[in-house]
């Protein structure tokens, strides 16, 4: 039964709240990266001075145990496997499953078709689409490959609507579930780069007991030796005029 005109608006509005979510996760990823090079580079000094040892710590290591998610890493492995895909010629070649995930569903294929009918390379538009459109849909188009080949059909199910491609085979209130999961996947992982000590690092700049705190937890648990309370305040003041 098609969908009526309230239900895709239902999708749709679902959709937004993913695409606006998740550039705020991306957004934020990226500043925690930042935080984290931040401590690494204060770490990297207070060992040099103490000379501990002559290598630098290495941030990716030392700081992943101290709950420091790597998002970027995440996005990076999409980035990576989408630009090893061979180009296609036909717009509706259908993407071969992983073997140790379930057979692709019927209205997954049906979506597949016409994801690829409006954002295969071959079937875009440069004359009526603007940049932005394009750009979007290259970037669906990938997304989209990967997403079928790994049998993710929440995040899938997403671009379809993104696109306006309708799913009929399947109950509104299922797709809306469906699009629910994959919200709530992305404001979880919100809530762990905010719990992270990166982003109270950054975020509690002004809070000296916290920067003292953090740094305390990381110096012992990369078995630097840890300088004075003193010595301390003077490496985070002196940071602040950097």
């Known amino acids: 039964m098609p969908l009526s005109k309230r239900q895709r608006k239902r999708l749709q509005e679902a959709s937004k709240m993913i695409e606006s979510s998740k550039a705020i996760r991306d957004d934020m990823s990226d500043i925690q990266q930042e935080y984290a090079s931040e401590i690494g580079d204060v770490v990297n000094k207070i060992k040099t001075s103490r000379a501990k ?20 890493r995440e996005k990076n492995s999409k980035k990576a496997e989408s630009n090893t895909g061979e180009h296609q010629s036909e717009p509706d070649f259908e993407p071969s499953i992983a073997d140790d995930k379930p057979v692709a569903p ?5 979506l597949w078709k016409g994801i690829a009918k409006k954002c295969h390379p071959d079937a875009l538009d440069f004359k009526k689409l603007s940049a932005l459109e394009i750009s979007r849909r290259q970037t669906w188009f990938l997304e989209a490959k990967m997403l079928f080949e790994k049998a993710s059909w929440s995040r899938f199910l997403h671009i379809g609507v993104m696109l306006e491609e309708w799913v009929e085979d399947l109950l509104p209130a299922t797709q809306l579930n469906m699009l629910q999961k994959e919200y709530n996947e992305i404001t979880e992982k919100v809530s762990t780069i905010q719990d992270s000590l990166a982003w109270k690092w950054g975020t509690e700049w002004d809070d000296l007991e916290v920067r003292i705190k953090i740094l305390t937890l990381i110096l012992h648990n990369t078995g630097v030796e840890q300088p004075s309370r003193l010595e301390l305040i003077q490496i985070l003041a002196k940071l602040e005029l950097e």
């Open 53 to 72: 040892q002559a290598a630098s710590i290495s941030t990716s290591s030392d700081l992943s145990v101290s709950e420091l998610p790597n998002e970027e």
């Open 106 to 110: 019927a209205w997954a294929k049906k």
